[in-house]
């Protein structure tokens, strides 16, 4: 499986990016795919996730300000980031868990993406 990811910049606070992840290759199904996060110095943390049961979750942090959302047919996800602060700054990584063919579960990342948020 592979994980591509676009979408992140250079941004003032206040403002909005939108990121999109797109998995491709060799599985039977998507069961959930998501955003983590890494700041300098700090732990990956979670971001959003988003089933293919259509449930999410958010970390606290984000709650009413990004929305994941989810194009079946291509195996994408979007991360909608609004109101953007300046501790949002961080790179952005995409996750996603698979079920492969052969029956095998798979968890894997893809590239980061880095997102700034600054004046």
């Known amino acids: 499986v592979q994980l591509q990811a676009f979408g992140g910049g250079l941004v003032q606070p206040g403002g909005s990016l939108r990121l999109s992840c797109a998995a491709s290759?060799?599985?039977?199904?998507?069961?959930?795919m998501g955003w983590y996060r890494q700041a300098p110095g700090k732990q990956r943390e979670l971001v959003a996730t988003?089933?293919?049961?259509?449930?999410?979750t958010y970390a606290d942090s984000v709650e009413g300000r990004f929305t994941i959302s989810r194009a079946n047919a291509k195996n994408t996800v979007y991360l909608q980031m609004n109101s953007l602060k300046p501790e949002d700054t961080a790179v952005y990584y995409c996750?996603?868990?698979?079920?492969?063919?052969?029956?095998?579960?798979?968890?894997?990342w893809g590239q980061g993406t880095q997102v700034t948020v600054s004046s």
């Open positions: 996750n996603a868990g698979a079920t492969l063919y052969s029956g095998n579960g798979y968890s894997g």
């Open positions: 290759g060799n599985f039977f199904v998507i069961n959930v």
């Open positions: 988003l089933t293919s049961g259509s449930s999410t």
